[in-house]
Antibody, heavy 115, light 111 residues
Framework: QVQLQESGPGLVKPSETLSLTCTVS????????WSWIRQPAGRGLEWIGR???????NYNPSLKSRVTMSIDTSKNQFSLKLTSVTAADTAVYYC?????????WGQGTLVTVSS | QLVLTQSPSASASLGASVKLTCTLS???????IAWHQQQPEKGPRYLMK???????IKGDGIPDRFSGSLSGAERYLTISSLQSEDEADYYC?????????FGGGTKLTVL
């Protein structure tokens, strides 16, 4: 059974870059698509983007100019970078296995954008 | 544009059944969706994938009380024999080439 665990700084300053990593266990990261999803407090889920091995990516058009995803098959990890963050980027960030349906979720990590 | 519409809230009594609705936007009525549950203060959990032929594939450990169905552009999640732990937010999710879309979620209250 696949398990996902997000990690990264919980506090990021405005205008700086948010960086998160997702460590996958129980499945080879080379075999599937992997997504990032976020959820501001009290609000719904927003898909950020997805990545496949060999670096094939798709991003939410609303975030595309600020998002970069990468994958490290040697560590079974994939990562998210979101540049020029503002308070509006404060949210719980989830990594997930993407099989068109999102079929497995990490527990989530809260990232607060504040000076 | 691919959009999913959900009612913001629903309620039903303990032990009863409830049917939650997710509506696909015009031109997308044949799309498959997935249902996810988010209990208070927890992350989402995958419940099932509901295919366009009405078949569904549940996640590991999802009770038989949860089932999916469809009619036209509407996709349903039915929860029978409601339990207190079913009180949660329920999200539908769909996809097209290169994009994933979530509905706004339905908050289910178990009375």
């Amino acid at each position: 059974q696949v398990q996902l665990q997000e990690s990264g700084p919980g506090l990021v300053k405005p205008s700086e870059t948010l960086s998160l990593t997702c460590t996958v266990s129980g499945a080879s990261i080379s075999t599937y698509f992997w997504s990032w999803i976020r959820q501001p407090a009290g609000r719904g889920l927003e898909w950020i983007g997805r990545i496949y091995t060999r670096g094939s990516t798709n991003y939410n058009p609303s975030l595309k100019s600020r998002v970069t995803m990468s994958i490290d098959t040697s560590k079974n990890q994939f990562s998210l970078k979101l540049t020029s963050v503002t308070a509006a980027d404060t949210a719980v960030y989830y990594c997930a296995r993407d099989d068109t349906a999102i079929i497995a979720w990490g527990q989530g990590t809260l990232v607060t954008v504040s000076s | 544009q691919l959009v999913l519409t959900q009612s913001p809230s629903a309620s039903a009594s303990l032990g009863a059944s409830v049917k939650l609705t997710c509506t696909l936007s015009s031109g997308h009525s044949s799309y498959a969706i997935a249902w996810h549950q988010q209990q208070p203060e927890k992350g989402p959990r995958y419940l099932m994938k509901l295919n366009s032929d009405g078949s569904h594939i549940k996640g590991d450990g999802i009770p038989d009380r949860f089932s999916g169905s469809l009619s036209g552009a509407e996709r349903y999640l039915t929860i029978s024999s409601l339990q207190s732990e079913d009180e949660a937010d329920y999200y539908c999710q769909t996809w097209d080439t290169g994009i994933r879309v979530f509905g706004g979620g339905t908050k289910l209250t178990v009375l």
